[in-house]
């Protein structure tokens, strides 16, 4: 699966990556086409869940770049991000949320699956834009995710977040993941590790189908 465009380098794609973000921003700021409010009314009417085959790879790390300040703490702050959305693209497996309306990626899953031994899926990126937070994206996501993931024998889903991500932990716990494990990190930051046995519980699994 290719990673950008061709005959471009890895270096001239993230910057025509960054302008067309900062435009993306514009853009998104002056022609809002219906309140926050309308969109989640609609919801199950302007949301479409696909995988990465559903859009294209400038589309899917424009979106993550544009997320990045809103990671805790920034992706930016700890990772190369052109590097890592290279990597996700290429060896993860991504379900992405689209805005029908508009066709723009509205939230991204990615996640890597181990076969084997340990028969266990890790979660890299879970992220909805914050317009569309609250509306049950991010919960589908994680459903789509635990599906994928035992239709192909995993046993578990793992994943880790930083101690002070509240969203993520609350999102976490309401699809029935435990706590198993708090790191200390560098910069007095706290790792926390999460799992849960799949099939996931039908109090989990008891959300909007978008």
């Known amino acids: 699966m290719a990673g950008g465009a061709g005959g471009e380098s890895a270096e001239q794609c993230f910057a025509a990556c960054v ?9 998104r700021r002056e022609n809002q086409r219906q309140p926050t409010s309308a969109i989640k009314a609609n919801i199950m009417n302007t949301i479409k869940y696909t995988d990465d085959k559903g859009t294209n790879f400038n589309k899917f790390k424009i979106f993550i770049i544009n997320q990045d300040k809103r990671f805790i703490p920034p992706l930016s702050t700890r990772i190369d991000i052109n590097t890592y959305c290279d990597k996700l693209w290429k060896e993860a497996k991504n379900f992405i949320a689209i805005n029908e309306e508009n066709d723009e990626i509205i939230g991204i899953c990615s996640f890597y699956c181990t076969p084997g031994k340990y028969k266990s899926s ?3 990126l879970l992220s909805v ?11 589908a996501l994680i459903k789509k995710w635990a599906e994928y993931a035992w239709s192909k024998g995993m046993e578990t889903l793992e994943t880790k977040t ?3 991500n509240e969203k993520m932990k609350r999102l976490l716990d309401r699809s029935t993941f435990t706590l198993t494990n708090s790191i200390p ?8 590790s999460y799992k849960a046995n799949l099939p996931l519980s039908a109090a989990a699994l008891n959300i909007k189908n978008h």
């Not at 302008?19 to 853009?27: A, D």
């Not at 317009?131 to 991010?138: A, D, E, N």
């Open 185 to 192: 990190e560098f910069n007095n930051r706290i790792t926390l």
């Open 19 to 27: 302008i067309e973000s900062k435009n993306y921003l514009e853009y």
């Open 162 to 164: 930083w101690e002070k």
């Open 122 to 124: 890790f979660l890299s």
């Open 129 to 139: 834009d914050e317009s569309f937070q609250k509306t049950g994206i991010g919960e």
